[in-house]
């Protein structure tokens, strides 16, 4: 009796299903199978961890452009931020690679004790990101009235262009260098310029 009861219990328990077997397969029947290793999907440096982006006028006052930041890698310690300016009409204005690392706000980290740990330094990462196009960044008149003369690190035929335009958006941002520049587009070049470094 004994025997009887223990192979119907083994024959009973066979026949359970998960929910991740009958989830992935349209067949009830059929035995969930994982995906060899080799065709895993796997963290790489151009996974996109985390995106924020904005519309902002820029190129032209009468549509707005968006304004694209991508984390991009395996971790965020070690990830970087692309950032894109795609003008309304779907044209890159902008497209360049800043280290995740240079959106840390460094005054704010003095103040904490914990600001060595990687997931402190991850936060900051992120905090960094939620901040990169916050609606003082952006300026109009891109170079003020007053200003006459190009300052270093600028492109002087672009900010000519600019200063001439009364109307130019400037955006501010931190550079792969960890330095504040501005940028706005140059609609004498048709194209977005260094203004400020």
Not at 15 to 27: I, W
Not at 47 to 75: E, M, N, Y
């Amino acid at each position: 009796m004994l025997p009887a009861a223990l192979l119907l219990l083994l024959a009973q328990s066979s026949c359970v299903t998960t929910d991740r077997e009958v989830g992935t397969s349209s067949n009830p029947e059929r035995v969930y199978t994982p995906k060899p290793e080799a065709e895993r999907s796997r963290l790489t440096s151009r996974t996109v961890l985390r995106t924020v982006q904005t519309q902002h006028a820029f190129s032209d006052r009468g549509s707005k452009d968006k304004f694209v930041l991508l984390l991009q890698g395996p971790k965020i310690i070690d990830a970087n931020a692309r950032f894109l300016i795609i003008s309304a009409k779907g044209d890159t204005l902008r497209n360049e690679v800043i280290p995740a690392k240079a959106l840390i706000d460094e005054r704010a980290m003095q103040d904490d004790p914990q600001a060595s740990s990687v997931r402190s330094r991850e936060l900051a990462i992120l905090q960094g990101m939620n901040g990169f196009f916050a609606d003082d960044k952006f300026t109009s008149p891109a170079i003020p009235r007053t200003a006459t003369t190009a300052p270093e690190g600028s492109d002087p035929e672009g900010w000519s262009a600019v200063q001439a335009d009364g109307r130019a958006v400037g955006f501010d941002y931190i550079d792969a260098s960890g330095r504040e520049k501005r940028i706005a587009f140059a609609k004498k070049l048709n194209k977005a310029v260094i203004v400020a470094d």
